[in-house]
T-cell receptor, first 113, second 111 residues
Framework: DTGVSQDPRHKITKRGQNVTFRCDPI?????LYWYRQTLGQGPEFLTY????????KSRLLSDRFSAERPKGSFSTLEIQRTEQGDSAMYLC???????????FGDGTRLSIL | QKEVEQNSGPLSVPEGAIASLNCTYS??????FFWYRQYSGKSPELIMS????GDKEDGRFTAQLNKASQYVSLLIRDSQPSDSATYLC???????????FGAGTRLAVHP
């Protein structure tokens, strides 16, 4: 039973560059979530998908952020024109359905120079 | 008022003692509650879920839920140094669309 997989584990980039992260959920899970976590805080919700449909986006998700889940399988999160404040751990989670526990991947740590 | 509140700690307990971690939440409609453990630099790991009032036990862990008081707790019996981590309380909000996390309580178990 493979868990949630995220790639890359670490990303260092210069301010203003675009970055893209990938998440592969647990295979039978319909729901996929993205969160962002900064030091000393709990994860903050960014967006979630039910199969291929993106059903909710947080106010935290500015126009520079976009997420997709083509065919209801893996998902990508892209950040355009990165800023210093984007430095964080980006976490992906999946669940079988609503009200069920979410299982997290190892995360992608983004550092903006 | 934050939606999910936890004491940030650190909570320091001796090895073998019971560690008690507390969490309050603001949404009276919440029905699903979770505890995650997070080691430094790692991602959250699910350790307990609870949906009904009362206690739920799993090994050394017991989750307690009181919906009337909007209170969730986690007890860790026979605490071990390997239990030293940050414990995150999470509550489903917005119709099960997202988890709302507290900031976490840092637990330190000393030999």
């Amino acid at each position: 039973d493979t868990g949630v997989s995220q790639d890359p584990r670490h990303k260092i980039t210069k301010r203003g560059q675009n970055v893209t992260f990938r998440c592969d959920p647990i295979s039978e899970h319909n729901r996929l979530y993205w969160y962002r976590q900064t030091l000393g805080q709990g994860p903050e919700f960014l967006t979630y998908f039910q199969n291929e449909a993106q059903l909710e986006k947080s106010r935290l998700l500015s126009d520079r952020f976009s997420a997709e889940r083509p065919k209801g399988s893996f998902s990508t999160l892209e950040i355009q024109r990165t800023e210093q404040g984007d430095s964080a751990m980006y976490l992906c989670a999946s669940s079988i359905d609503g009200d069920q526990p979410q299982h997290f991947g190892d995360g992608t740590r983004l550092s903006i120079l | 008022q934050k939606e999910v509140e936890q004491n940030s700690g650190p909570l320091s307990v001796p090895e073998g003692a019971i560690a008690s971690l507390n969490c309050t939440y603001s949404d009276r409609g919440s029905q699903s509650f979770f505890w995650y453990r997070q080691y430094s630099g790692k991602s959250p790991e699910l350790i307990m879920s609870i949906y009904s009032n009362g206690d739920k036990e799993d090994g050394r862990f017991t989750a307690q839920l009181n919906k009337a008081s909007q209170y969730v707790s986690l007890l860790i019996r026979d605490s071990q140094p390997s239990d030293s981590a940050t414990y995150l309380c999470a509550v489903y909000s917005g119709g099960y669309n997202k988890l709302i996390f507290g900031a976490g309580t840092r637990l330190a178990v000393h030999p």
